[in-house]
């Protein structure tokens, strides 16, 4: 048989519709089960999630008595400072009930803002005459010296309460009594030192700088007005004057003076006077007493013990609150230290 007889009239045979591709198979839709749709944790994660609770409320718990400690901390903090602040400087003793040996502590510079002012150690000084059980009032000195002025005050002062209280007055130099510390020491009825410790510069002086030298060198002119020929005097960016000069020596000599007539004031026919003596030279304990600047050696327990014979020794000296300590341990007194050095005119010593 012909194969082109087969094939509907009219349509070629070479031209018949291909037979379309069968469809893919669809993927059959996943079964849902009942123990799927009603799924129930596990009990290890059950556990997991107790613990985690747990840990996360002891966190909470233990962060919340942190913050309750901070500011319990910080409260604390506030009441110290404004007590401190409230506080006034006062004598460090507590009272005592019976004879005992009154101590008064002059360290460091005798100047106005120092712990050894006058006003603060005149405070001490009175408190400690007038308790009834003091016997006697031991000042334990530890100074290179200082102000003029405020050494002058402590040493009348001294000679005022002791004749006014009839008690007697022992000086003890620990390391260094020099200078204006010398001249408060002079005003005790007996001075004790250690045999190595410093005694005595017996001067004053009046120190400075002088930049004009250097001023020339770099081309630097000084522009100063005054009303008053001597308003710059001792002026460090201005040439010396000569006259000015004579005038502040003969400012120092005066004082020199008052001073050398206050030791031998103090000291009296004890001084092994020489021409060395008021120079400005200083000795070690063991030769201040040959040269009659000192009386004998000894320590504040000795001195309590043997001179005075009462060993309790009860402490007048006036200490720095909390706020003053915070505030030097935070340099706020270093600081002011250096801006008022800066400020500060030539200074007698």
Known sequence: MNPQDDAPSGVDPDRRPLAEPAAAPQPAAPAVTASAATAVPSPSADASLHALARELLAQQRTERRWRVFFRLAWLALAVAIAYGLVAQRGPAHGGSGGRHTALVELRGEIAVDSEASAEALIAALKAAFEDSASVAV?????????????????????????????????????????????????????????????????????????????????????????????????????????????????????IHRQFIDTVRQGRGERLKESPELFSGLFWNGEEAVRLGLVDRLGNLDFVAREVVKAEEVVDYTPHDNVAER????????????????????????
Do not use: W
């Not at 009046?206 to 522009?223: H, N, Q, S, V, Y």
């Not at 600081?335 to 005119?345: C, F, T, Y």
């Open 138 to 254: 031991v000042v334990r000195i530890n100074s290179p010296g200082g102000s003029p002025v405020q050494s002058g005050i402590l040493y009348d002062e001294i000679r005022r309460l002791k004749a006014l209280h009839k008690k007697k007055v022992y000086a003890v130099v620990e390391e260094v009594c020099a200078s204006g510390a010398y001249y408060v020491a002079a005003a005790a009825d007996e001075v004790f030192a250690d045999k190595a410790s410093i005694v005595g510069s017996i001067g004053v002086l009046m120190d400075g700088f002088g930049f004009t030298g250097l001023m020339d060198k770099l081309g630097i002119e000084r522009r100063l007005l005054t009303a008053g020929a001597n308003k710059g005097m001792l002026d460090p960016f201005s040439p010396a004057d000569p006259r000015q000069t004579a005038h502040a020596r003969a400012m120092l000599d005066q």
């Open 326 to 349: 915070l505030a030097k341990r935070f340099g706020a007194a270093v600081g002011q230290g250096a801006i008022k050095a800066l400020r500060e005119l030539p200074s007698l010593r």
